[in-house]
């Protein structure tokens, strides 16, 4: 099964596009097609939280839905029948094909995996793998001009530099903390290649004692 339909969320995972970059002409007829059937999908998976509009167009999150629908062949998010009626996005030809040339589902006649605070109900446990999005990942990379490509990788850079900054920011305030409150003593940190001196009655320095905490949760 192919899932489609999943925008840009985060600078952190450019695998999407955003719904402006999908912008364009259908046929009235086909629009209305695509919409209605997009609207007609069984439920295929809930999740606890809305979606949102990325147009921002003022429509309330909880009319984006919170769940995926299928007509056994495609997902797709609650929400997508809203960009193609509302906003004018295109979709893949493939799906729009399929679309025109099949009657549109029932109509949510059954949940076939729900999701409940993550964990899948046993009933639903021999049909909870999860379609893939390798389809609409290569889908929204031909819909990318490389200008837009090359402003979003840019904007990543520039957000994991800021990232990084804030982080040893943080570090550094809460390694002036722990000095304060412990005192240093008079021996080299003992992690390798560390010049710091150790916190008293420690063997290492107070970076890599927030450090080494740190990483002995991940």
């Not at 979709?91 to 109509?107: M, N, Q, S, Y």
């Not at 909870?128 to 609409?136: C, Q, T």
Request: net charge positive; proline share 5%.
């Amino acid at each position: 099964m192919r899932l489609i339909g999943y925008w840009l969320a985060s600078l952190k995972d450019l695998r999407f596009c955003h719904p402006q970059e999908v912008v364009g002409e259908l046929a009235p007829e086909v629009r209305k097609r695509l919409a209605d059937y997009l609207d007609a999908g069984d439920c295929w998976t809930y999740f606890m939280g809305t979606s949102w509009c990325r147009f921002q167009c003022g429509i309330p999150n909880e009319a984006m839905g919170s769940e995926e629908l299928t007509d056994g062949q495609w997902v797709w998010p609650a929400g997508l029948s809203h960009y193609v009626r509302v906003h004018n996005i295109t979709l893949p030809d493939e799906f729009i094909a399929h679309v025109l040339t099949h009657d549109p589902p029932r109509g949510r006649r059954r949940c076939w995996v729900e999701l409940l605070n993550s964990e899948v109900r046993p009933v639903a446990r021999t049909i909870a793998e999860r379609p893939s999005l390798d389809f609409w990942i290569a889908w929204c990379a031909r819909q990318r001009s490389p200008e837009q490509w090359e402003r979003l990788r840019r904007a990543q850079a520039e957000a994991a530099a800021e990232e990084e900054k804030r982080t040893a920011q943080q570090l550094a305030r809460q390694v002036a903390q722990l000095v304060a409150e412990r005192g240093l003593s008079d021996q080299r940190c003992f992690w390798m290649g560390c010049t710091e001196k150790a916190l008293a009655g420690m063997r290492i320095c107070a970076k890599h004692n927030i450090t080494g905490r740190r990483d002995s949760l991940k």
